[in-house]
């Protein structure tokens, strides 16, 4: 069975820390790119940042450069994103999702072959 299953959500003040996980399972992880997404009540879901393991390529949408980090545990099929730094705008719900493509790209939502259902981040002022 595929599974992606995101964790590491919660509540923290602004300034603060999370790490989130996307743990993998029932698909050659190696072969895909992750990303993650979020989306705040009342908005589209949007990009936050990406990684392809076989190749090292990372990307980043533009406000959370310099502040999120995306990294993999290819042994554990897992992928985390470290936030710092939080704002109150970073609240929303975020989900991690795989597509067979290189992360350079620009996909649409329905290219991607995965997704998890989703942690909430909230952020306080």
Do not use: H
């Amino acid at each position: 069975e595929v599974q992606l299953v995101e964790s590491g959500g919660g509540s923290v003040q602004a300034g603060g820390s999370l790490r989130l996980s996307c743990a993998a399972s029932g698909f050659t992880f190696d072969e895909y790119s992750i990303r993650w997404f979020r989306q705040a009540p009342g908005k589209e879901r949007e990009e936050v940042s990406c990684i392809t393991s076989r190749n090292g390529r990372t990307a980043y949408e533009d406000s959370v450069k310099g502040r999120f980090t995306i990294s993999s545990d290819d042994a554990k099929y897992t992928v985390f994103l470290q936030m710092n730094s939080l704002k109150p705008e970073d609240t929303a719900v975020y989900y991690c999702a795989a597509i067979l493509f290189d992360c350079s790209g620009s996909y649409d939502l329905a290219d991607y072959d995965y997704w998890g259902m989703g942690t909430q981040v909230t952020v306080s002022s």
